[in-house]
């Protein structure tokens, strides 16, 4: 998956009173989809595409604070 990240400029943390903040996000299958539904076009039996649940997109937000 892909992942952004990004630290806050320490000028910016020490007013609120904290060391290091931290913000990110990723992401993982956002460019898959099918016209079909329950189609998978990247799972392959035997040559050729198969009907099956496709991979779920998920994406991930995060802050990470150090005191």
Known sequence: GDVYKRQLPQVWTQKIGVNNVRVYASANN??????????DPEAVSGGSAIWGTPP????????SVNF
């Open 30 to 39: 956002l460019w898959t989809w099918a016209a079909y539904d329950y189609y």
């Open 56 to 63: 779920l997109k998920t994406v991930t937000f995060g802050l």
